[in-house]
């Protein structure tokens, strides 16, 4: 399309997302300023970040109920005088924290200060991870110009996904931000740091599964040992400090939470995955099973488009922007704070030239196009009048569609002459 277009349209729609980014930081500081950020009461309805129960695991962690952490009665003990000290409320009901046993020893830094200057160092280092991670993976892009990296952050950081994962004190920052280191050691071949980072990832397992396909598909071995050594370490200092009777006795712990307290059947109609389809018309009963089918599909057709590139000139960027669509589609538990992990995809921008003498390119312009409107279309679904219902249907379909184009650019440039064995899309340029 005509830069004489483009450009005008671009830095309007920079002022724009920099207004809703503003807007929205501002928001939240005013919210903390009243301290109802974290935990609020009203109309005797306590709402609370899940950042607290972040906190609660280091607190638990470091205190002489680390081995009975996933005991209820002692998470609902820690839980409670961390609200009431904080705002002086207490619950009733038992609030199950289901989270790894690897989140134990890496939230022990948070319970060192009190809860308000953790959240805010969570937020400080949530900042600092993504800028870094940007600045390795945007690296990879060699011939991205800093005004376009510059909007690639900017469009990330004013999601809608982003701000409420901010608001939610979810760790999807952090997320995103291995992503990035991922994706940069994985072009790169620094085995040890991919491996690392899919251990890392591990503590939402569902989606470090996905990232260890691809070493393995690519017989990353190093990689891959990286990854057990990693894993390993992190168990190890998970069991010293809360018990390996809990690292063996874990799924048990969710088996249980399931049978008695529906754990799995929580929220199926919130989340933004295929799982939100199946829970609109089938029983939530139903709809985990078919969630956990979904999910099997998702990993196992995210090892065969890897098998299937594994010697071609296709980006192995690309590859990995339809690994991290495919495992937002199909993953079991994704809700609407996950989809900042779609960030990594803007790597992917800046390319238009590259592609113009390349099969595919008409398809890469229309991925591009959504991409770059994909904050705006956020923010558009959940202001609707029934945003919260129309939302997942929004998100499912638009990161399908994304992921349809995507693939089509791959298949196209993958069949093209150009894309011979030796070459790769980067060297093509």
Not at 103 to 116: Q, R
Not at 251 to 277: A, C, I, W
Not at 399 to 428: D, G, K, M, Q, Y
Request: proline residues 4%.
């Amino acid at each position: 399309m005509d830069k004489r277009f483009w450009i005008p349209f671009l830095g309007v729609y920079a002022l724009f997302l920099l207004a809703i980014f503003v807007g929205s930081v501002s928001q939240l500081a005013a919210m903390a300023e009243r301290h109802q950020l974290l935990v609020s009461s009203a109309n005797g309805v306590i709402s609370f970040s899940d950042f607290i129960r972040y906190y609660a695991c280091g607190k638990i962690a470091l205190s002489s109920d680390a081995h009975s952490c996933y005991d209820p009665v002692v998470q609902l003990k820690w839980f409670n005088k961390i609200i009431f000290e904080s705002a002086g409320l207490l619950v009733s009901r038992p609030l199950i924290t289901h989270y790894t046993p690897i989140v134990y020893p890496l939230a022990i830094p948070l319970a060192l200060v009190s809860l308000s200057q953790a959240f805010s160092l969570w937020v400080l280092a949530g900042f600092a991870a993504v800028a870094a991670g940007f600045s390795l993976a945007l690296n990879t892009a060699k011939k991205q110009p800093l005004w376009l990296s510059l909007l690639i952050v900017l469009g990330v950081a004013a999601a809608f996904p982003t701000i409420i994962s901010l608001r939610m004190g979810q760790p999807s920052w952090f997320i995103l931000a291995l992503e990035c280191v991922y994706l940069w050691a994985f072009v790169q071949k620094k085995q040890v740091v991919s491996g690392a980072c899919v251990a890392l990832l591990c503590f939402k397992p569902h989606y470090g599964l996905y990232f260890l396909l691809p070493l393995t598909i690519k017989r990353r071995y190093l990689a891959v040992g990286s990854f057990v050594v990693a894993l390993g370490l992190l168990l190890a200092a998970a069991g010293l400090i809360i018990g390996f009777e809990n690292l063996v006795n874990y799924p048990q712990f969710v088996v249980n939470t399931e049978s008695n307290l529906g754990l799995l059947n929580y929220g199926g109609d919130k989340m933004v995955s295929l799982r939100f389809l199946a829970s609109r018309f089938l029983t939530e009963a139903a709809s985990v099973k078919v969630g956990l089918v979904v999910g099997f599909v998702g990993l196992f057709s995210a090892g065969a488009l890897w098998w299937r590139y594994r010697n071609t000139a296709v980006d192995e960027r690309w590859l990995i922007g339809c690994t991290v669509l495919i495992c937002l589609l199909t993953s079991p538990h994704t809700y609407v704070y996950d989809l900042t992990m779609l960030g990594v995809l803007a790597v992917l921008l800046g390319e238009n030239s590259n592609w113009r003498s390349l099969a595919g390119a008409g398809y890469y312009n229309i991925f591009q196009v959504l991409l770059v409107l994909y904050p705006i279309v956020t923010w558009f679904g959940i202001m609707l009048p029934s945003g919260n219902s129309v939302f997942p249907f929004i998100a499912v379909g638009y990161n399908a569609l994304l992921l349809v184009f995507a693939l089509l650019a791959i298949n196209a440039c993958a069949r093209s002459r150009l894309a011979e064995p030796a070459l790769t899309l980067e060297r093509v340029v």
